[in-house]
C-alpha cells in the first residue's frame, strides 16, 4: 500500500513538472514568436512567392490615382469658388441696400432744398419794397426828419406808422428811417424808448424790425 502511495505520489510530482515545462515553452514562444531549444516546426513555414507586377496595370493604376488626386483638387476649388461667390452675392446685397439708403437720402435732401428754396423765395417776395419812383419823396421826408430834434422827430414817425393814409403805398415809417444815418435813426428810436410807454415801445420795436427787412430797388411795383 505504501508503495502504491510513493508511485502515486511521483506520477503527480512528474505531471506538475511536466505541465510547468509546457507553459514555460509555451509563454517563451508567444514571448518571443519562436520555438525554444531551437525545434523545427512540424509544419514548415511556407515563403510568399513575389509575384511579378505587370508594368502596364502599374502605370494604369499610378494615373487613375492621379486622376482622383486631380478631381480632389477641382473639386476643392470648386468648393472654394461657391463660397466666395456666395460671398461676393451676399456683399452686393449689402452695397444694393446701402445705395438705395443713399438714394432715399439724396432725395430727401432734395426735397428739403425745393423746400427750403421755396420758402426763401416766398420770404423776399414778402419783403416789403421801396419803388423807385417814390425815393426821392422819401429821401426828402428822410431830411427833413433828420433836421428836426429827435423828440418831433420821433413824434412824427409814431403818427406815419399810426394813421393808414400815410402807408396806402407801404408803411413810411420804416422807410423813412431807413434813408436816414444810422445815427439820427438811432435817436429818434432812442427817444420813443426813453419815454418807457408799452405801446410806442412796441411800435418803435415793430418799425426797426421793417426797416431791417426794407430792399429798395429788387422790384417796381406795378
Known amino acids: 500500500m505504501k508503495k502504491a502511495n510513493t508511485v502515486l505520489a511521483l506520477f503527480t510530482l512528474v505531471s506538475g513538472l511536466l505541465t510547468a515545462f509546457s507553459l514555460a515553452c509555451m509563454v517563451y514562444t508567444f514571448m518571443t514568436g519562436e520555438?525554444?531549444?531551437?525545434?523545427s516546426p512540424l509544419i514548415p513555414k511556407v515563403e510568399a512567392h513575389n509575384k511579378e507586377v505587370d508594368p502596364e496595370k502599374q502605370e494604369k493604376e499610378e494615373k487613375n490615382n492621379e486622376l482622383r488626386d486631380a478631381e480632389d483638387t477641382v473639386l476643392a476649388l470648386h468648393a472654394n469658388l461657391k463660397s466666395e461667390l456666395s460671398g461676393l452675392s451676399t456683399r452686393k446685397e449689402e452695397l444694393d441696400k446701402r445705395e438705395k439708403t443713399v438714394d432715399e437720402k439724396i432725395k430727401n435732401?432734395?426735397?428739403?432744398q425745393e423746400t427750403v428754396r421755396g420758402e426763401s423765395e416766398e420770404i423776399i417776395s414778402k419783403l416789403e419794397t421801396i419803388d423807385e419812383?417814390?425815393?426821392?419823396?422819401i429821401k426828402e421826408l428822410a431830411k427833413l426828419l433828420?433836421?428836426?430834434e429827435p423828440k418831433a422827430g420821433a413824434q412824427m414817425l409814431l403818427t406815419w406808422e399810426s394813421e393808414p393814409?400815410?402807408?396806402k403805398s407801404g408803411r413810411l415809417a420804416p422807410r423813412v428811417l431807413y434813408f436816414m444815418t444810422s445815427q439820427k435813426a438811432a435817436e429818434i428810436l432812442n427817444t420813443i424808448l426813453k419815454e418807457g410807454v408799452d405801446a410806442k415801445v412796441r411800435q418803435a420795436s415793430e418799425i426797426a424790425d421793417a426797416m431791417r427787412k426794407l430792399t429798395p430797388g429788387?422790384?417796381?411795383k406795378k
Open 35 to 39: 520555438l525554444p531549444f531551437d525545434i
Open 109 to 112: 435732401i432734395r426735397r428739403l
Open 133 to 137: 419812383q417814390e425815393m426821392e419823396n
Open 146 to 148: 433828420s433836421e428836426i
Open 165 to 167: 393814409e400815410f402807408n
Open 218 to 220: 429788387v422790384k417796381r
